[in-house]
């Protein structure tokens, strides 16, 4: 447990939370009521990315037996739930969750900051990440890399 608190600490709070705020504090940011459309489409963003990471989450931990942390991450692949559809749904959920607060705080800054992470995080797994599951899970994980796609769901099977 005291790794998942690790790993919500220095992960999604960060992204979700700490550098929001601080670009919010650098922009001198001043909040302006967003329009109706732009409130219910950031709540919804918000309750998806929210449902998504969090199913993503729950399954790194029963399945995976670890967490989304790569200093404790899980011990078995998981292609249960939204991985069956897409290779990474923890961070389109994050990233939704970012554009809810874009839209909410009505501030394209945070629009901006979920396409850097967005870049960040796609770097990150193409050379990175994707070359550690191979090495951790060789044979598995490329045949499920295969018929998986990274970041636009797959629903067809």
Same mark, same amino acid.
């Given at each position: 447990? %005291?790794?998942?608190?690790?790993?919500?600490?220095?992960?999604?709070?960060?992204?979700?939370?700490?550098?929001?705020?601080?670009?919010?504090? *650098?922009?001198?940011?001043?909040?302006?009521?967003? &329009?109706?459309?732009?409130?219910?489409?950031?709540?919804?963003?918000?309750?998806?990315?929210?449902?998504?990471?969090?199913? &993503?989450?729950?399954? *790194?931990?029963?399945?995976? %037996?670890?967490?989304?942390?790569?200093?404790?991450?899980?011990?078995?692949?998981?292609?249960?739930?939204?991985?069956? *559809?897409?290779?990474?749904?923890?961070?389109?959920?994050?990233?939704?969750?970012?554009?809810?607060?874009?839209?909410?705080?009505?501030?394209?800054?945070?629009?901006?900051?979920?396409?850097?992470?967005?870049?960040?995080?796609?770097?990150? *797994?193409?050379?990175?990440?994707? #070359?550690?599951?191979?090495?951790?899970?060789? #044979?598995?994980?490329?045949?499920? %890399?295969?018929?998986?796609?990274?970041?636009?769901? %797959?629903?067809?099977?």
């Amino acid at each position: 447990m %005291k790794q998942w608190f690790r790993a919500l600490i220095l992960l999604p709070f960060n992204v979700l939370v700490i550098i929001p705020g601080i670009i919010l504090y *650098f922009i001198n940011f001043n909040y302006q009521v967003p &329009s109706i459309l732009q409130f219910i489409c950031g709540l919804i963003a918000l309750l998806c990315g929210m449902f998504l990471s969090g199913w &993503s989450m729950m399954l *790194f931990y029963q399945i995976g %037996k670890g967490t989304p942390a790569p200093w404790a991450a899980p011990k078995h692949l998981v292609v249960q739930g939204p991985y069956k *559809f897409v290779r990474n749904p923890m961070i389109i959920g994050v990233i939704l969750i970012l554009l809810a607060e874009a839209l909410v705080l009505n501030t394209r800054y945070i629009f901006y900051w979920a396409v850097v992470f967005f870049i960040l995080n796609n770097i990150y *797994f193409h050379y990175f990440e994707e #070359k550690q599951l191979e090495r951790t899970f060789g #044979k598995e994980y490329l045949d499920y %890399k295969k018929k998986v796609p990274m970041w636009l769901p %797959k629903f067809n099977k």
